[in-house]
């Protein structure tokens, strides 16, 4: 059974779903209220190559290992501050720094230019000195997405590719076509297929769904590193891990899929207060530390 802290995901996003019946502004930043400080991190903020980041700096942590993190949103929300928290966890309990990077955001702004601005940002990073064998990704939601098309675009630049990346509910296929919409829309109280849809439309203003680099599922992930995908398995858009799990083997990636039962998306933001989202976080960081050589 679901702890009652983890239940404070599902009312915040019952929350939203109301708030929208009313028609009033969603605040993506919501999301940190549900994430506990993790204590003993500094938050710098950084100017990564002209795109807003911040720098999450664990106590005694390796400064020359890196987490190149990317927060979700849907495109047209989320920020350095609502993710700061969560990614500080995963740094922490990985004992390495991470890099979080935001980008501009719908309407205002559609595909490519969210991953022009991720692949600047780690592009900068690079440029830092930092070794891609000593770098990971990291993503949750649409930023799961900006993990593989960063990568892609960066590749099609002749950038190096990190060692390893790591996606929470990942948000990748645009065309929606996976069948927990349905099975679960009982069980997730926000991210109906309806709204995804409406999201999609604001991102790609008219460009095409298939385009690898808004749509990873139809990208080349030959020659990616590792992957681990994290996903609960109460989310209506559950099965996007599912087809990313299925993608990448095809592409002879090393990847690993864990779904967390009675879980909804992105509920590692939970982090500090639910033992499923502190367990999560755990398994990651017993995953990556590995692949830094920590």
């Known amino acids: ?24 502004q969603l605040d993506p930043d919501d999301w940190g209220n549900l994430t506990a400080e993790p204590g003993g991190v500094d938050y710098i903020e950084a100017d990564a190559g002209g795109v807003p980041a911040m720098w999450l700096v664990p106590k005694q942590s390796k400064q020359d290992r890196v987490i190149f993190a990317i927060h979700g949103g849907g495109y047209i929300g989320g920020s350095l501050y609502s993710h700061r928290k969560v990614y500080a966890h995963l740094a922490k309990k990985v004992g390495a720094r991470a890099l979080l990077v935001t980008y501009r955001h719908t309407p205002a702004h559609s595909h490519p230019a969210q991953v022009d601005d991720t692949t600047n940002a780690y592009q900068w990073l690079r440029n830092q000195g930092i070794d891609p064998s000593r770098i990971a990704f990291v993503g949750d939601s649409a930023g799961g997405a900006l993990v593989l098309t960063t990568q892609l675009r960066a590749r099609e630049l002749g950038v190096p590719l990190p060692a390893a990346s790591m996606f929470i509910s990942p948000w990748v296929d645009l065309e929606l076509t996976g069948e927990s919409f349905q099975t679960n829309r009982d069980k997730d109280p926000f991210f109906y297929k309806e709204m995804c849809a409406q999201l999609v439309e604001m991102f790609l203003n008219g460009k095409d769904k298939r385009d690898p680099l808004a749509n990873p599922l139809y990208g080349d992930l030959t020659g990616f590193g590792p992957m681990y995908i994290h996903v609960g398995d109460d989310e209506q858009p559950r099965d996007d891990s599912f087809m990313l799990e299925q993608h990448a083997r095809k592409a002879g990636v090393d990847i690993q899929l864990d779904v967390f039962p009675e879980m909804q998306h992105t509920f590692h933001m939970a982090a500090g ?12 960081a017993a995953w990556l530390k590995p692949k830094l050589g920590l």
Do not use: N, Q
């Not at 502190?278 to 990651?284: K, P, V």
């Open 1 to 24: 059974m679901a702890s009652k802290e983890s239940l404070a995901v599902r009312e915040m996003y019952a929350a939203w779903t109301e708030a929208a019946k009313r028609g009033e």
């Open 273 to 284: 207060h639910a033992p499923e989202a502190d367990e999560a976080i755990d398994r990651f």
